[in-house]
């Protein structure tokens, strides 16, 4: 199995600004996602991080208000920009190996 | 476009008794996971099924998958405290995309 770091683990924001997720596996791995948590809910995928292209997002995610990088096969950041009390939720990122692992999650909370 | 649902979304029950969670699917998925997340930490891998019939067990929970019904059961036998989480499903909606059901915040009582 992987296993997955993410920096930081939680962080309080002001409004307006942005903030990057570092999500690291400790291996190498076909896929990786990025997922929003918001506070008691499931999980919403929110895109496929593309090693050396960009990432593929789902419906009600744009690359301008979360702008991901996968720059090779064991890391990936996701950015949270112009930040809204909305935004608060919890952020995972998941590697895909024979199954999918998730990190411990970044929880963020907006002002 | 797969759909996920969980039921029942909140769960009490005492510990020692039998309960089972479903989980339901709205479009083929020929595979199903289970998670579970403790309060404050990230998912938790407990099964994963791969083939209709599939039945899998671990300690006190059992799982098993029916993709002719699109139905997926999580069963908890004899309850402990220590089982208290949230349990989530997922299906798998291909290109390796994971698609999660509402969750079951189960609680466990003395």
């Known amino acids: 199995s992987a296993v997955i770091s993410q920096k930081p683990s939680r962080d309080i924001c002001q409004r307006g600004t942005s903030l990057t997720i570092q999500c690291q596996v400790d291996s190498q791995v076909t896929m990786m996602f990025w997922y929003r948590q918001q506070p008691g809910q499931s999980l919403t995928l929110i895109a496929t991080a593309n090693q050396g292209s960009e990432a593929t997002y789902e419906s009600g995610f744009v690359i301008d208000k979360f702008p991901i990088s996968r720059p090779n096969l064991t890391f990936s950041t996701l950015t949270v920009s112009n930040m809204s009390p909305e935004d608060s939720s919890i952020y995972l990122c998941?590697?895909?190996?024979?199954?999918?692992?998730f990190g411990p999650g970044t929880r963020l909370t907006v002002l | 476009e797969l759909k996920v649902e969980q039921n029942p979304l909140f769960l009490s029950m005492q510990e020692g008794k039998n309960y089972t969670i479903y989980c339901n699917y709205s479009?083929?998925?020929?595979?199903l996971y289970w998670y579970r997340q403790d309060p404050g930490k990230s998912l938790e891998s407990l099964f994963v099924l791969l083939s209709n019939g599939a039945v899998k067990q671990e300690g006190r929970l059992m799982a098993s998958l029916d993709t002719k019904a699109r139905l997926s059961t999580l069963h908890i036998t004899a309850a402990v405290h220590d089982l208290s989480a949230t349990y989530f499903c997922a299906g798998y909606s291909g290109t390796y995309k994971y698609i999660f059901g509402t969750g079951t915040r189960l609680k466990v009582l003395a």
């Open positions: 998941s590697a895909y190996g024979n199954e999918q692992f």
């Open positions: 479009t083929t998925s020929d595979r």
